[in-house]
């Protein structure tokens, strides 16, 4: 038998051999520089924050490098796989506006972009290592293994098959064939070439220098089923599909040596690595991994469902990615996120804790930046799903609510009360006559200078929407003289005895009677939201509260 018989004996009805693939999926022709990234989850059905974040590097480096970011499922182990998890997955990441220049649905000439239709492609490599003698059938049982196991516990020696335990690396060809006539089931097993006693070194991206074993396990390639391992697959396809970069989490670090072995038996080049280091959540005392089981916000939906825009978790994942991109973020009041170049010397080496606190603060400042009109246009949608009462108002209403959104938004220190769509409600239902009723004023403290009074008399005799905002305080203070209190709170401060309160009472007087509130944006503004139906419906009721 020639070699190529025997790999042909060994793994029949493969239709192409490899040269054909390195033909059919050439180098990306990009320019210098250019990245070619992937983001490759197995089909669990949805992404979560931890692989968001691996998949925000993968896109950030290449969007920035002008080079290519696919998306690859990765479906050869049966045990991850869910069914629809694939559709999932890509809605997961639809609802918050990500799309990857090649994936499994849109296609690209790397296609197919699902592991387990690429069975053929994997088969032809392994039959190329055979026939170069670098890999091999083994028929070792489930018995047989255990058997290997016991010896080496029993001699303390390290767990795998290697070396001398490697009991199939050294049949014949003759025993094979033998072996496989009578029927014996065989998967096939990487002839590594590798010493535990050599060191190799990991150059990562991000965490620096690694050094570890070499790898001399001879790992299963191709399993009983006929489909790839993990490492074999994701190799094969990470040359093929010309990835330049590897981002992945760090839990693949001691993968690495495999990895690294792999390519090199398989004349690849090797690409780059970067190993990112975990978000993580503090619990008790001990520091873990955010998990997609145990933590609510590990959940997409559980920001969907709270109004976070993806941007804002984006912009999250920026600020752990870069530690130089907050601070930036924050004083470049006109930029976004496309204008800031991320590098990896400015990663975290470590894990990150997960900080909502912050994710909310940045939250408030996108809102602050987002004009009402921008805010009204992505609260509509949002409302549909989570609040039909409002999003009738608001739909109703639309000049309306932006006008108050806009309120305090174009100055030096915008108002940063919302950080989310379920927020605006909170911070602007009492400017809707549709929900406010009596019932606002059910909480507020009554001071004695709560005098309805004042009230008519200001609103019949001085109050002008048409006032600019200096007359519009000088009748304020006229109003506050002619009933006793002081024009300016210095006055009040000097002989507090001799007035009723100062013109800032007045106000709150007024406000506490419109908006039942005694915190909200800017008086004047409000008011000029305000049509002067409500605004006398609003005294009415006030003075039945009182
Ligand atoms: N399919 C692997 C996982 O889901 C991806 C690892 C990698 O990016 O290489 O963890």
Redesign the pocket.
Known sequence: MTDKEYSDFLIPNVSHDYLYYEDKYPKRDLKEGAMVT?????P?GFVHMG?LY?SFSDLRFAKQTGGVCYLRI?DTDGK?TVSNGIEGILDDFKSLDISFDEDPIKGGLYAPYVQSERQDIYKAFAKKLIEENKAYPCFCTEDDLNEIRTLQEVSKDRIGYYGNYAKCRNLTREQVIEKVKNGEKYIIRLKSNGSFLNKIVLNDLIKGKIEMPENDLDIVIIKGDGLPT?HFA?AID?HLMRTTH????D??VASYPIHEQLFKMLDFELPKYAHIAPITIKEGNTVRKLSKRKDKEAAISYYAKLGIPSEVINLYLATINNSNFEEWYSSNTDKTIDDFTFTFNKMPIGGSLFDIDKLMNISKIYFSRQSGEAIVEKLLPYLRTYDEEFYEIVNNNKEKLISILNIEKYIKRPRKDIASYSDVRKYTWYMFDELFNSDAYKEIEKKDYYDVEILNDYFSNYYDSNDSKDEWFEKIKLVAEKYGFAKEVKLYKENPDNYKGHVGDVCELIRVAITSLTTTPDLYEILKVLDNNSIKNRIMMFNKAL
Request: overall charge neutral; charged content about 30%.
């Open positions: 992937r983001f490759a989850p197995s669990t692989s691996t990765e991850r993990y994701h990470d590897v981002f992945r989490g839990e693949w």
